[in-house]
Nanobody, 126 residues
Framework: QVQLVESGGGLVQAGGSLRLSCAASGRTFSRYAMGWFRQAPGKEREFVAA????????YHADSVKGRFTISRDNAKSTLYLQMNSLKPEDTAVYTC???????????????????WGQGTQVTVSS
């Protein structure tokens, strides 16, 4: 099993930045493709960004492309999400997830993720 713990959320003004971290423990972190998802109040959880097991390939949702960057440090067993130019509509609970790596591809579908963290709240004020 893999345990995932997010941190770095908080309250920020529109236009500001935050960096989320997701610390993994348990099985070898590099065995997993990783992703970030978010869920706003009254809305379904949505995909934000994904990265393959060694960090050589990433994919970002159109809504965050050019503003958010996913990355990972396998030596530290940590996943990151750098969020710049934040907007009020980015307000949500952000959750990291791990999917057993299948080749070098990223994983976009929620149903393919095996482990989930508890989430961290990000609130962007206007």
């Amino acid at each position: 099993q893999v345990q995932l713990v997010e941190s770095g959320g908080g309250l920020v003004q529109a236009g500001g930045s935050l960096r989320l971290s997701c610390a993994a423990s348990g099985r070898t972190f590099s065995r997993y493709a990783m992703g970030w998802f978010r869920q706003a109040p009254g809305k379904e959880r949505e995909f934000v960004a994904a990265i393959n097991w060694f960090g050589g390939s990433t994919y970002h949702a159109d809504s965050v492309k050019g503003r958010f960057t996913i990355s990972r440090d396998n030596a530290k067993s940590t996943l990151y999400l750098q969020m710049n130019s934040l907007k009020p509509e980015d307000t949500a609970v952000y959750t990291c997830a791990a999917a057993t790596a299948r080749g070098t591809t990223v994983v976009v579908q929620q149903g393919q993720y095996d482990y989930w963290g508890q989430g961290t709240q990000v609130t962007v004020s206007s």
